[in-house]
C-alpha cells in the first residue's frame, strides 16, 4: 500500500471516530472536530496541530490526485504518525494492559477498623478494598478512618472502641461518590475521563467483572494513564 492510500484509510478512519466522539449539533468538518474535540479527548488534544496540518494534507491528496499520479506523497514519518493517531482513537489501550505496580490487598468487612489501619500503615496503600463474602462492597482509606476516627472521640467514645469496629462500619452510602468502579475491558480513556468529571473521586477499583479488584488507581496514576492514551508507553 502507498503512503497516500495508507494516510487516506487512517485519515478516515479517524474522522469516523472523532464524529462517534462528538456530541453537538450539526455536521463539523474534520478540522471544526479536532477543535472541538482537542479540550476533551486526550490524543485529540496532543496531537491538535499535527491532525490540522493532516486535513490540508489530505485535501492536496485527495483534489489534486489525476489518474493514477499522486501530487502530494505523505512522507514516511507523516504516514506513520497518522496510523498511530487513529489506532490511538479506535482501538484505545485496555485497563488491562496497564501494569500494576503491587498486588492489591483488601479486608473483610468483618475484619476490624485496626487490622484495616495496619494493613494500610504496613502497605503504604492509602485505599484499601473492603469484601463481604467475596465481594467487593466499598472503600476504606487513611481519611475516612482518621475522620471516623475523630467523630467517635467527639462522640465520647474510646479509640479502643472505635478500632474494634468492623471495617464494614465505614462503608457508607455516600461513599460511591468517592471510587468509581471499571473493568479490566474498559479503556484506560474511560479512567482519566472518571477522574475529570469528578474532582472528588479518590480511586479507580478495577475490576476484573467477576468481583475480583486488581487495581486501584488514584490521582497520582494520571500522569501514566495519560501517557498510556499518548502511546509514550
Avoid at 463481604?132 to 482518621?146: A, E, L, M
Wanted: hydrophobic share 40%.
Amino acid at each position: 500500500m502507498s503512503n497516500a492510500l495508507e494516510f487516506i484509510s487512517a485519515y478516515n478512519e479517524i474522522d469516523a471516530r472523532m464524529r462517534s466522539l462528538y456530541r453537538g449539533k450539526g455536521t463539523p468538518g474534520f478540522s471544526d472536530l479536532v477543535r472541538r474535540l482537542a479540550p476533551v479527548q486526550s490524543a485529540v488534544g496532543k496531537y491538535e496541530d499535527e491532525l490540522l496540518a493532516f486535513a490540508r494534507l489530505r485535501n492536496a491528496i485527495v483534489h489534486n490526485t489525476t489518474g493514477d499520479k499522486v501530487i502530494a506523497e505523505p512522507t514516511d514519518e507523516a504516514t506513520a504518525l497518522i496510523v498511530k493517531i487513529a489506532k490511538l482513537l479506535t482501538a484505545p489501550p485496555k485497563l488491562s494492559e496497564l501494569k500494576s505496580k503491587a498486588p492489591v490487598v483488601g479486608v473483610e468487612s468483618c475484619d476490624s477498623v485496626g487490622t484495616a489501619a495496619k494493613l494500610i500503615a504496613k502497605t503504604g496503600y492509602s485505599n484499601l478494598p473492603v469484601y463481604k463474602n467475596g465481594r467487593f462492597i466499598g472503600i476504606v482509606n487513611n481519611r475516612s478512618i482518621v475522620r471516623s476516627l475523630g467523630e467517635a472521640l467527639m462522640r465520647g467514645e474510646s479509640a479502643d472502641g472505635f478500632l474494634d469496629l468492623e471495617a464494614g462500619a465505614l462503608i457508607g452510602e455516600g461513599d460511591a461518590l468517592y471510587f468509581k468502579v471499571l473493568k479490566e475491558s474498559d479503556s484506560v480513556e474511560d479512567a482519566v475521563d472518571a477522574f475529570a468529571e469528578n474532582r472528588r473521586l479518590l480511586a479507580v477499583v478495577v475490576s476484573d467483572g467477576k468481583g475480583a479488584i486488581k487495581k486501584i488507581l488514584t490521582p497520582h496514576d494520571l500522569p501514566r494513564l495519560i501517557s498510556m492514551l499518548d502511546g509514550e508507553i
